[in-house]
């Protein structure tokens, strides 16, 4: 009885080996035709500021937004063959979002922000204020576009972008996806590039100007 129940386990752990070797490889074969692809993205930018500031720190601040943008630019078409073309930075004025709550999980301020420009193209919101100091970025639920405090890095830019391209948290250092900024680098996987080419594919974003 010993003996058969062994056996019974050996021939379910190597079903289970083929099963997930067939899977894996099929996934990665899968990406990889759209990892070939090079690929455009134009992305809409928005600052949304409010009465509290004034020139000169709205201009500082807007030249800051516009020198991490094109930092990204150019890091991430290394990494991805992606050549990401973000349109100018709009400013909105709106007294309304002074502070916009992303500590509550599943507050639903972050999607209203995004979904207000959202026209069918990825977006970028750039705030003034969040309620979590600890928080640089916040994707939203549809992954249409993300929040971002005007103060942040071209880092937490590409890592938010890395989410709206469909892809999630990677929990190994030093790859982009890692969720603590400081252990961020611009290190993306060949099966990460094939799923973030195959959501702009999907998409039509690389239609879209």
Same mark, same amino acid.
């Given at each position: ?66 020198? %991490? ?30 502070? +916009? ?62 989410? +709206? ?35 702009? %594919? ?8």
């Amino acid at each position: 009885m010993k003996k058969i129940k062994k056996i019974l386990i050996v021939i379910l752990l190597i079903i289970s080996f083929f099963i997930f070797y067939f899977g894996f490889n099929q996934c990665i074969y899968y990406y990889s035709y759209f990892n070939n692809n090079p690929r455009v993205v134009y992305v809409d930018t928005y600052f949304v500021i409010n009465d509290d500031i004034q020139d000169p720190q709205l201009q500082n601040s807007i030249n800051y937004i516009n020198e %991490e943008l094109e930092k990204s630019i150019d890091k991430f078409y290394e990494e991805t063959e992606i050549q990401i073309y973000f349109k100018q930075l709009n400013i909105i004025n709106n007294n309304s979002w002074h502070t +916009i709550e992303v500590s509550d999980f599943g507050n639903k301020q972050p999607e209203e922000v995004i979904d207000e420009f959202y026209t069918g193209k990825p977006v970028l919101v750039f705030v003034l204020n969040l309620d979590d100091d600890a928080t640089m970025g916040v994707t939203s639920w549809d992954r249409n576009g993300a929040l971002l405090r005007y103060n942040c890095s071209h880092i937490t830019i590409l890592h938010e972008l890395g989410h +709206i391209f469909s892809l999630n948290h990677y929990w190994f250092k030093f790859n982009l996806m890692y969720p603590h900024e400081e252990f961020i680098k611009l290190n993306l996987t060949p099966f990460q590039i094939g799923k973030l080419k195959r959501k702009i %594919e999907i998409s039509n974003w690389h239609h879209l100007r």
